[in-house]
C-alpha cells in the first residue's frame, strides 16, 4: 500500500465496522513515519516508494488470522445461548405464587397438627425450594447428551424402588406409596418413575431412528415397560401416576415417530387396562360412584338407593369432595381475600396438598384463579416452543415428555378439585406441599433449561450475522483494490 493510497483511505468516512481495516492503514502509516527503513541487505527504503511485499503480506496475515478468530466466536454464539429467560422467569413465579398460597392454606392445619408452629410447612417447603433451585441450575448447565448413559440404569433403579415400596413401604390413608426413615425423610418412588421413564424412552426413541416404525422395536418394547410400571402403581395403589406415567410415554412414543396405527392399538390396550383398573378394583368404583352421585347433587337417602354400602357416603373422599365444592363456590369472583378462607380451618382434609387450589379459589376467586392457569398455560405453552426448537431429537422428546406430564398432572388435580374428576391423589406442581417431590420437580425444569441452553440461534440473528459477515468481506475487498493502486 503507498503513503498517499494509506492517507486517502484514513480519510474516508468509515462506520464502525471498519476500524480493523483503518489499522492496516495506520500500520503503513507509521512504518513510513519511523526512522529510515533497511531490510536484511541494510538498503534504505525511501518514505514515497512501496512498502516491501514481505511487510504487506505481513500484516495481511496478521489481518486475517483476527478475522478467523472473530469468526470462531461468532459460530460459537450461534450455536450456544443462554438458559431460556421466559421460561426460567416463569418458574421463578409459580414458586412464588405457589409458596405464598402455601402459608395461607396450611398455617391453620400446621397450628393444630404441629404443636402450634404455623410455620411448619412454609418452613420446610422454602428450604426443599431453595435447594431445589440450586439443584436445578446445575443440572442446566450440564450437557444432557450425558443422560444417554445412564438411562437403563435409572430406569432399573426405579423399577427396584417401585417393588421395594411394596414390602417396606410406608403406608398413609391406606395406600403404600411411600420409602423413607420415619418423618425425617420421605418420598414416592413414583415421582422417581416419571423422571426416569422419560429420559429412558427419550433415549431408547432417539437410538431406534426409523426403527421405531415397528412393532418389535417401536410398540412391543415400550408397551411391557409401561405394563411392568403400571402394575407396581396399581399395587400400592397409586392411579393418577398410573395415569400420568401411561399418558407421558405414549405421548412420547407418538412424538417419537411411532407408526400411528400400531401405536392406536397400543392406546387401545392401555384404554381396556385402564378400564379393567377403574371397574374391576374397589379402590377405584368407589371414588368414581362417589364422584358421580355427588355431582349431581342428591341427598344422602337417595344415593344409599345407588350403593350399598352406607359408610361410603361418610367416607374421607366423600367429605373431600364436598368441602372442596363449598370452597371454591364460596370464593365468587374476587374471592374472600388472601387469608380469609374458612374451609381451610380444619374442614377440608388435607388442604396444603391435592386441594390447595380449592383454597386458592376460595381467597382469590375466579380471577385469581384464572390467573394462575393462565401463567400454567404460559408455562405449558414455552415448554414446548423449547421442545419444538431443541438442538436435537433426544432434547425434544425429554422437554415434550416433562412438560407433557406436568400438563397431565395440573389438568387433573383442577379437574379433581372442581368436579370434573373423581378424586385421584395427583399434586399440583409449584404449589402443593412436598419436599422431594418439589425437588424432583426442579431437577426435570433443570432438564428443560439445559435443553433450551442449547437451542440455536433464531433464523433472524443467523441472517444479520451473515450479513456482518457479508459487509466485513465487501470492506476487505475495498482496502485490496486501494492497495493494488
Known amino acids: 500500500m503507498k503513503r498517499s493510497n494509506a492517507r486517502r483511505y484514513l480519510g474516508m468516512k468509515t462506520s464502525g465496522r471498519q476500524e480493523e481495516y483503518r489499522e492496516t492503514a495506520s500500520d503503513v502509516l507509521r512504518m513510513s513515519d519511523e526512522a529510515p527503513h533497511e531490510e536484511a541487505s541494510g538498503k534504505v527504503i525511501p518514505l514515497n516508494e512501496e512498502v516491501q511485499p514481505e511487510t504487506t503480506r505481513e500484516l495481511s496475515e496478521k489481518r486475517r488470522k483476527k478475522a478467523k478468530k472473530k469468526k470462531k466466536k461468532i459460530k460459537l454464539s450461534e450455536r450456544v445461548g443462554g438458559l431460556d429467560a421466559p421460561f426460567l422467569m416463569l418458574i421463578v413465579v409459580l414458586s412464588l405464587v405457589g409458596l405464598v398460597m402455601l402459608f395461607s392454606a396450611s398455617y391453620s392445619y400446621a397450628y393444630y397438627y404441629e404443636g402450634g408452629d404455623s410455620f411448619y410447612f412454609i418452613r420446610r417447603q422454602t428450604m426443599f425450594a431453595i435447594v431445589g433451585f440450586v439443584i436445578m441450575l446445575v443440572i442446566a448447565n450440564i450437557p444432557y447428551q450425558i443422560y444417554h448413559k445412564f438411562a437403563t440404569i435409572g430406569l432399573i433403579n426405579a423399577l427396584v424402588l417401585l417393588v421395594l415400596v411394596l414390602f417396606i413401604g410406608q403406608t398413609i390413608n391406606n395406600a403404600k406409596r411411600w420409602l423413607g426413615v420415619g418423618d ?4 414416592q418412588p ?8 422419560v429420559v429412558a424412552f427419550s433415549s431408547y426413541v432417539d437410538r431406534l ?3 421405531m416404525k415397528t412393532l418389535s422395536y417401536g410398540i412391543a418394547p415400550f408397551l411391557g415397560v409401561l405394563g411392568m410400571i403400571a402394575a407396581l402403581l396399581m399395587k400400592q395403589p397409586h392411579l ?3 395415569i400420568i406415567i401411561v399418558l407421558t410415554g405414549i405421548a412420547i412414543l407418538f412424538l417419537g415417530g411411532a407408526h400411528l396405527g400400531k401405536l392406536t392399538i397400543l392406546i387401545l390396550i392401555g384404554g381396556a387396562a385402564v378400564y379393567w383398573i377403574v371397574f374391576g378394583m374397589g379402590y377405584s368404583i368407589e371414588r368414581i360412584v362417589v364422584w358421580m352421585l355427588h355431582g349431581l347433587n342428591l341427598e344422602e337417602a337417595t344415593i344409599l338407593k345407588f350403593v350399598n354400602n352406607p359408610a361410603l357416603i361418610e367416607s374421607v373422599d366423600a367429605y373431600q369432595s364436598l368441602q372442596s365444592f363449598y370452597a371454591v363456590g364460596s370464593g365468587g369472583l374476587w374471592g374472600l381475600g388472601l387469608g380469609q378462607s374458612r374451609q381451610k380451618h380444619l374442614f377440608l382434609p388435607e388442604p396444603s396438598n391435592d386441594f390447595i387450589f380449592a383454597i386458592l379459589c376460595e381467597e382469590l376467586g375466579f380471577v385469581g384463579a384464572m390467573v394462575v392457569i393462565l401463567l400454567f398455560a404460559a408455562f405449558i405453552v414455552r415448554g414446548y416452543y423449547i421442545a419444538i426448537r431443541a438442538r436435537d431429537k433426544f432434547g425434544s422428546l425429554i422437554v415434550g415428555g416433562i412438560i407433557t406430564m406436568l400438563a397431565l398432572q395440573i389438568f387433573i388435580n383442577i379437574s379433581v378439585v ?7 391423589g395427583a399434586s399440583l ?4 406441599y412436598g419436599g422431594t417431590s418439589l425437588i424432583i420437580l426442579y431437577a426435570q425444569m433443570g432438564l428443560v433449561l439445559a435443553v433450551s441452553k442449547q437451542i440455536l440461534a433464531p433464523e433472524s440473528v443467523r441472517r444479520e450475522q451473515d450479513k456482518k459477515q457479508r459487509e466485513r468481506s465487501e470492506e476487505f475487498s475495498v482496502i485490496s483494490r486501494i492497495g493494488e493502486e
Open 190 to 197: 413414583s415421582e422417581v418413575a416419571k423422571v426416569a421413564m
Open 240 to 242: 393418577s401416576a398410573t
Open 209 to 211: 431412528g426409523s426403527r
Open 418 to 424: 372442581c368436579g370434573l374428576l373423581p378424586v385421584t
Open 429 to 432: 406442581p409449584f404449589f402443593s
Open 184 to 187: 425425617i425423610f420421605t418420598f
